[in-house]
């Protein structure tokens, strides 16, 4: 079966401009979490959808917010873009309950300007 | 606050030899914890996980070790294949959170050298 995708694989914004990014989660998935990776801190958790509901959020700023979709899929929204946006966005989807792996996307390579 | 940690930022091993990679975590409330590994220009894939109910999870070359009284995971890789050179991510998650957060390391690069 398809694995997650996430879209756009890549995207260059300017300083302040705002960015959606796209995740659809294996079919079936209906937990969806986003993380950020950046050079030298690893990947941190912004946060985790169930049933279209945020089950869980990170230490990031209000301008990174998301919402998830009745089939799962998920997008995430940062406003007002900061230099130190500019990140591997990643998405991953699982099954639920708990004790089971999540499964990555690609990412999508956000470059702010 | 690093709750998770992977103290080693990189690590070379000839082909064939073991790769030894380790993480250590500070919450006691951790009970699962996983291995994911990435390529550039890909996301990470599951490699391996274990619950804190066990002390050693094995799938084929890859084995997984937990020490919980130490808070310190390993995974061993034997035998060392080129094609295994990339970034190796831990992470962990409690359970008793009630919902699906990892925490993630920063990662080891790993070379393995033909």
């Known amino acids: 079966k398809a694995g997650v995708t996430q879209t756009p694989r890549y995207l260059i914004k300017t300083r302040g401009q705002q960015v959606t990014l796209s995740c659809s989660p294996i079919s079936g998935h209906r937990s969806v979490s986003w993380y950020q990776q950046t050079p030298g801190q690893g990947l941190q958790f912004l946060f985790e959808y169930f049933s279209e509901t945020q089950r869980n959020k990170g230490n990031f700023p209000g301008r990174f917010s998301g919402r998830q979709f009745s089939n799962s899929r998920s997008e995430m929204n940062v406003s007002t873009l900061e230099l130190g946006d500019s990140a591997l966005y990643l998405c991953?989807?699982?099954?639920?309950?708990?004790?089971?792996?999540?499964?990555f996307g690609q990412g999508t390579r956000l470059t702010v300007v | 606050d690093q709750q998770v940690k992977q103290n080693s930022p990189s690590l070379s091993v000839q082909e064939g030899r073991i790769s030894i990679l380790n993480c250590d975590y500070t919450n006691s409330m951790f009970d699962y914890f996983l291995w994911y590994k990435k390529y550039p220009a890909e996301g990470p894939t599951f490699l391996i996980s274990?619950?804190?109910?066990?002390d050693k999870n094995e799938d084929g070359r890859f084995t997984v070790f937990l020490n919980k009284s130490a808070k310190h995971l390993s995974l061993h890789i034997v035998p060392s294949q080129p094609g295994d050179s990339a970034v190796y991510f831990c992470a962990a998650s409690a359970s008793a959170s009630g919902t699906y957060k990892y925490i993630f390391g920063t990662g080891t690069r790993l070379k393995v050298l033909a």
């Open positions: 991953a989807s699982s099954l639920d309950p708990l004790g089971t792996e999540a499964f």
């Open positions: 274990i619950s804190s109910i066990k």
